[in-house]
């Protein structure tokens, strides 16, 4: 399988503190990708690098050619669609108004109407809260708010920051079926970042273990997950 996103030497900085240190990883056309590790080690940062949202070196490669975006409205063109960590829910607007946000620099008008209807498929409750405002909904419902919304861009790659993070384990099983799900029927392509590493190697066909800005493992999914001393060292179960 090919490579959607190719990435080597990716170095990210913060002011002058450089937080990432000669990352390489790929995300396969269709493939899941997780990104595991501690707090801090990078993992975050890996998906703002992308994003443009903050300085960076190295090579990005996007379906084959360099990636130059300098903003993160240009990544968006591309096709990348970011769910920022805090899910980046816009909580004085509209459930409507925020999904309209999502396809902004869209102009199949048409098919943007078919997208509403799809995600509303995967998130019904969306449907039912549309003039509700985000700010009222529950974190679970926030979550599904901020999926969609990077769905409507219509991607090709999903860039996913911790959208576990605080819901309960029933909803959270609930959206990974869904993200299992756009990715096997869509074809959309998956970059995740996942504090819980059981979740993340359930969904993945491959993952890198980062460390201090760096990463030590990489390798398919299944390997990683069976492997006793990585999962011991680096995923802490």
Do not use: C, W
């Amino acid at each position: 399988m090919s490579a959607l996103l190719s990435v080597r030497g990716l170095k990210a900085f913060y002011g002058p503190i450089e937080a990432l240190h000669g990352v390489d990883f790929e995300v396969e056309q269709g493939g899941v990708t997780a990104l595991l590790g501690a707090n801090g080690a990078g993992k975050t940062t890996t998906l703002r690098a992308l994003s443009a949202m903050i300085r960076r070196e190295g090579v990005i490669e996007f379906r084959g050619e360099p990636m130059r975006a300098r903003a993160p409205e240009d990544v968006a063109r591309l096709g990348v669609a970011h769910v920022p960590d805090g899910r980046g829910t816009f909580t004085d607007l509209t459930v409507e108004e925020n999904l309209k946000l999502g396809a902004y620099i869209r102009r199949d008008r048409a098919k943007v109407k078919t997208d509403f209807e799809r995600v509303f498929g995967y998130f019904p409750r969306l449907a039912e809260r549309l003039r509700q405002q985000a700010g009222t909904l529950s974190g679970g419902e926030q979550q599904m708010l901020a999926i969609s919304r990077a769905l409507l861009l219509a991607p090709s790659l999903l860039l996913l920051d911790e959208p576990s993070f605080g819901l309960a384990p029933l909803v959270v099983a609930e959206i990974f079926r869904i993200l299992r799900q756009i990715n096997q029927s869509e074809g959309v392509s998956i970059l995740i970042v996942e504090q819980n590493a059981n979740l993340a190697l359930d969904l993945a066909t491959r993952a890198y273990v980062l460390e201090t800005g760096r990463v030590v493992v990489g390798g398919a999914a299944v390997d990683i997950r069976a492997d006793d001393s990585v999962r011991r060292a680096y995923l802490g179960y």
